[in-house]
């Protein structure tokens, strides 16, 4: 048996056992209310995040006011981001028809010495060039409503979808301080449509402010093609030559289609130099890249490369399409007085594309076939070795 004083300790101990356990107790459940209390309004704690899945009613409507608000001067942004000409049509018009019931748009842009210039999107060409919009609307008309009528006999056939245009709008694309450049219209198929004043004031200020991206583009287009051409002769110039020719080599590869090349030099022309004097030398230069351009397909692209010698690229083409332009070159050149020149005869290499080869490879077998063509007695063409091997004859001995 224990002392009576160490008994008295034992119970002051287990006294104090308990009141442990009991506070540890306490705490657990305190702590488990309070993490099942919902979270306070205030800042979220980290890694919190939640938003409601949707604005409050209230909201909604001015929410959608101002996404429609900058969805407009985002549209404009756009448009005058790039320099292009066809990128920035492309994108006017795509701003055009994306109003609701809007199928087709087209653009017309006025050009100094050429045809207008026209975009569309949504037509086909033959519906394009039904639309009575080549000029812009007169008599300080703000917009134009076209409205088609069609007979039961000899109605345009129907485009994919069997809906013909029904209306349109048109309205002038106008600078401030510059004028009128061009037309802008879009137009609904099925049933005819009466368009809202708000539709046409903002197809009006979709003109409006495109016209500046606009005519900065067509400036620039007029520019560079400038600087693509000749000076003396017309024709497109060597540096147009070396862009033109690697895109349409880089073409052929990918599509798996021809291309061919014709070098063609002027014989003995130092000669009509130094007997006729410079001026007279320019004169021929300028007859025969006249008659080249008289001889050659429509896709044909016509370069003066140096001095005295053109080329003439044929996009899908081989070398017996070279050869029978060869020939109608002699026989346009050839048929009568060049300038001062009695008569010019042409000396010409021909090569074809082969899968191996690059624009730098395609020039240099033309090059020499060229040369060959000279040594061989002038005004003839040669084809490439590297297509008909070392014992090629001239294709057109003796012509001219």
């Not at 060039?129 to 009528?149: F, K, M």
């Not at 198929?189 to 495109?210: K, M, Q």
């Not at 320019?282 to 008659?291: C, G």
Request: charged fraction near 25%.
């Amino acid at each position: 048996m224990l002392p009576l004083a160490d008994t008295a300790t034992w119970i002051g101990v287990g006294f104090a056992a308990g009141a442990a356990v009991l506070a540890l107790a306490a705490s657990a459940v305190l702590l488990v209310v309070v993490l099942r209390q919902p979270r306070s309004h205030g800042a979220p704690t980290a890694g919190e995040h939640e938003l409601p899945e949707e604005p409050d009613g209230d909201l909604v409507p001015a929410v959608r006011e101002a996404h429609a608000e900058t969805a407009t001067p985002r549209r404009f942004s756009e448009i005058a981001a790039t320099i292009d000409l066809d990128a920035v049509l492309e994108r006017t018009l795509e701003a055009a028809a994306s109003t609701d019931g809007i199928d087709a748009a087209m653009a017309v842009i006025g050009q100094t010495e050429e045809a207008p210039l026209v975009a569309t999107l949504g037509m086909t060409t033959d519906e394009a060039e039904r639309q009575p919009v080549s000029s812009t609307p007169s008599g300080g008309a703000r917009a134009v409503r076209i409205s088609y009528r069609y007979d039961s006999v000899g109605a345009p056939v129907p485009e994919p979808g069997g809906r013909l245009i029904r209306g349109g709008i048109a309205v002038p694309i106008r600078e401030e301080h510059v004028g009128t450049i061009g037309t802008l219209a879009v137009f609904w198929r099925g049933d005819d449509r009466v368009p809202e004043n708000e539709e046409i004031a903002e197809l009006e200020e979709l003109a409006r402010t495109s016209a500046p991206a606009i005519r900065n583009a067509k400036v620039l287009r007029e520019v560079r093609q400038l600087a693509d051409v000749d000076a003396l002769t017309g024709v497109h110039n060597r540096r147009f030559f070396q862009e033109t020719l690697e895109r349409e080599c880089a073409r052929a590869h990918r599509y798996e289609r021809g291309v061919a090349l014709v070098i063609l030099d002027i014989d003995d022309f130092k000669s009509t130099n130094d007997a006729l004097g410079h001026l007279a030398g320019d004169a021929v230069l300028a007859a025969v890249a006249e008659r080249l351009g008289e001889a050659v397909r429509q896709s044909d692209v016509v370069c003066r490369v140096g001095g005295d010698e053109f080329a003439v690229i044929l996009p899908e083409a081989g070398a017996q399409d070279a050869l029978h332009l060869y020939r109608r070159i002699q026989f346009a050149v050839g048929s009568g007085a060049s300038g001062p020149a009695e008569r010019v005869r042409l000396s010409a290499g021909i090569a074809e594309l082969r899968p191996e080869d690059d624009s730098v490879a395609l020039f240099q077998q033309a090059d020499e076939a060229l040369y060959r063509a000279k040594e061989l007695g002038k005004g003839q063409v040669q084809q490439s070795e590297a297509e008909v091997g070392p014992a090629s004859r001239a294709l057109e001995p003796g012509s001219g």
